[in-house]
């Protein structure tokens, strides 16, 4: 009897860590549904993360059509399904379509955050209701999808989430937002997604799920480099990452039977990265 194929579901795969995360999961076999605000390569645009600065979108490289068809030419089957992080309905119909159409998921990567005016405010210069965004978009709604795509995972005994979170977490900032440090509602809501991994550990490690969070440090996506805000923090002293850091050990976290020994726990792609190997040629040598 033919093994029953695995499947992944990464969110934010247009571009960045999720496209990565999904391409290195279609390398170890699995096929891959993939979600996105942008469907159409030259639809994607970048906003600014803050309500000081004008908000004029710009155009950015990626979409869920693309990394589709990168997935599809290494052989394995790929879903994409539009989801937009701040509509609860858009939520449910991935999960709803992702167990229709695939009739499982294997592993989720909650990869996919609200990106916009608000992340990177200071707290006098925050509108609530971007704090709002942050928390419906960073923590709300992964957790809603979690729970729609948990039971089935118990009910085959079987299953990993891997979330993507951020040092911001649990990190207090060297200086405030917009000076190399980070604003208080992404912070704020990174740090309430992470103590779902925390809780679904302790809840269902004993019934086959392992449940892990990501710390990339500063990586250079798309959407950074298009805001402008790579070069701030790197300005203020951050060393970035490329994208297929964190997203080569988020497949290899959600796939290799050694990944379990970091189960409930948030581990560093960039230090695990490089002591199991994981991206040729990372990190580079250094110069003499």
Excluded at 38 to 55: I, K, M, N, Y
């Amino acid at each position: 009897m033919a093994e029953p194929r695995r499947v992944a579901l990464v969110t934010g795969a247009s571009r960045g860590i999720g496209r990565c995360a999904a391409l290195a999961l279609a390398r170890r076999g699995f096929d891959v549904v993939i979600t996105a605000r942008t469907v159409h390569e030259g639809d994607g645009r970048a906003h600014a993360s803050s309500t000081l600065v004008r908000d004029d979108p710009l155009p950015i490289a990626g979409s869920l059509d693309t990394t589709a068809t990168e997935i599809e030419a290494l052989g394995q089957t790929c879903l994409p399904v539009p989801m937009d992080l701040l509509d609860r309905s858009s939520v449910e119909r991935v999960a709803a379509v992702a167990l229709t159409e695939l009739g499982r998921v294997d592993v989720l990567v909650n990869n996919a955050i609200y990106q916009g005016p608000g992340t990177m405010d200071r707290i006098l210069d925050l509108p609530l209701e971007l704090a709002e965004r942050c928390l419906l978009g960073d923590y709300l709604h992964p957790l809603l999808l979690t729970q729609l795509l948990l039971p089935g995972m118990l009910e085959r005994g079987d299953g990993r989430l891997v979330n993507m979170l951020s040092e911001a977490a649990f990190t207090t900032p060297p200086a405030p937002a917009g000076a190399g440090g980070w604003g208080v509602a992404y912070a704020a809501a990174k740090a309430a997604f992470h103590r779902v991994t925390d809780m679904c550990h302790v809840e269902f490690a004993t019934q086959g799920i392992s449940a892990f969070s990501i710390a990339p440090g500063l990586t250079l996506t798309e959407s950074m480099r298009a805001s402008g805000m790579d070069e701030v923090l790197v300005g203020a002293g951050h060393i970035p990452a490329p994208p297929e850091v964190a997203g080569e050990v988020a497949a290899w976290l959600g796939d290799d039977p050694d990944a379990l020994r970091y189960a409930g726990q948030m581990v560093s792609s960039r230090k695990l990265c490089k002591e199991l190997g994981l991206l040729p040629g990372w990190p580079p040598p250094r110069s003499a």
